[in-house]
């Protein structure tokens, strides 16, 4: 049967692995715990004045960034190395996104070509090309701004996702084609949204006096780029909606996209994409594309025009001149993060590097910090929680024996991907200049989407990676059955191959149950073990869930998190499954490593409470108002806080350790504690 191994380090002698001088003994455990394990170490470090968040991650990163940094400056001085090689290439874009004076001196150069083509549209015809041309150039999200392009859509490569073996184009929205963070910015009318809104027409008309436009004309022009979009908008799906991957998924051919929106040129946005007119098309939002077709001819080219030249404009402004720079951090980092000044110019740079020639510096960044053992190590505790959930699902008293089949099929089946892929991109045709930094970007954002597309028509490559290997995070891909840990990740206090178990299975443990349970949440469950969207549930079995992740979405619903404020139940549900999921299957694997033996008591604790100890340090993440407001408003993640709290209070094991009574607030009233299985 299941192996039981004591995986991580020789048990005698091994730290703790948590930190005693960080937490706040003051506060009571089973009052809160989140406050209990962090609440020491948040008094100590307040937020930097240039985050809008600060704890655990946060920490993590910036040194993760001290590294990267370390790599790119050695690049960046070592002239001797190769033209087209990588590290020449990570050097030089690195030195051209230092060399404020030269961006400075170019204002905004850089985009007179794009205005240029934007001020010449004359007919539907222009327009359409206009548009067309800018799909070639979506910008990729980066820590703090998230992936945008010009357009009232995006075009993609995505998985099929009822034959996902196959790639096929995708046409969605998301967050990408808004100026504001997410669709209902435009309605709601609480104080807070009017006074973003208002913040906004600031903003953009700001902006465009930067880049030329008499103040005047600024000003208005900013109103109608609120009001277009405010009218796009009533036609995007809500993130809870977005989702769900039944209710986004609507293949089709180049007749459909027609039939949707005809005044759109589909033939020439497939010819410049590089595909045949064959290729099957999955349509996330049908409804958005038949308000595109609208607004093509009902709204007046210059409308248009305006339109176009802002958001070429805003997203362009974090890589342009200072003036335009400190714009966009004024609305995106400020107004809506609450951040009170900008990242240190070496740390913009170095996202930037990782966001564009990431595998370039993930080579670099592994060779030099990502040792082999850590791997090896990582993959044991994988399996370990691979063989816990198994025994979890086996055991579940509701799920009948078909159901159980097929969820452990698709267990057995998960791919692990750690530390870095198997197969690294090459960059030698992307072009790059000391001394033309927005060039360089663009080349790099048109070479992501050209390799990107050029996957439409192919089997699927599981190699690709959608995160960067110096990533502080993990993720799950339902239609590739795979669950990936970047190194960046692999260090304390998520993983610390010098701690005893304990900590390592709360913190590390937690995150990978947390991956694998995603591939059981409201949307994986909804994927079979070949990453198919396929039903595996008897109808009774899928009520049953239905009925115990409807528990989740009440207890966010209900949560009071300050300021009259609560989560959104729906949009958080796959994330707080994943941890609820998670915590459990962490514990039980964490217990069958220790093979009936009893955990040591080490720094006065015991085994169990450093596990939970160990988890919600993860957590110790605190935000400013702006900052968490954003969360809950645009977030599938719930405030980190509550992913310690919430998920623990669903916990009789950690109550357990800790003696909490039933009246304590950790401890929810048995009847409405969640399980899963
Ligand atoms: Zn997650």
Redesign the pocket.
Known sequence: MALSVALLSAQSGARSGIHPEDMDTTCKACTDFWRYVNGGWLQKNPIPADKASWGTFGVLRDADRERIRTILEASESDTGVKAASDRRKIGDLYASCMDTATIDARGVIPLQADFDRIAAIQSLQDLNAVLVGFQMTPRPAMSGLGSAVVGVFRLDAVQDRKRPERMIAGISAGSSIFSLPDRDYYFRDDEKSKEIRAAFLEHAAKLLELAGTPSAAAQNQAKAVLSFETAVAESVMTIADRRDPEKTYHPMDLAGLRTLAPNFDWALLLHEAGLPESTPVNVSEPELLKKLNEELTGTPLGTWKVWLRWRTLQIAAPSLGKAFDAEAFHFNGAVLSGAKEQTARWETCANVVDRDLGDALGKAYVEKYFPAQAKRRMSVLVENLRAAMREELQQSTWMQPETKRNAIQKLNALEVQIGYPDRWEGYTSVPIDRKTYFENVRAAWSFAQHYDLAKVGKPVDKTDWTMTPPTVN???SFAEVKVVFPAGILQPPYFDMKADDAANYGAIGAVIG??MG?QFDDGGSKYDAKGAMNNWWTAADRREFDKRTACVVEQFNTLDVGDGLHHNGKQVL??AL?DLGGISVAYKAYRKSLGGKKGPVLDGFTADQRFFIAYARVWGTQYRAEAMRLQLNTN??PLDQYRAIATLQNMPEFQKAFQCRPEDAMTRPAAQQCALW
């Open positions: 993990a993720y799950s947390h991956e995603h796959g994330e994943g599938a993640h």
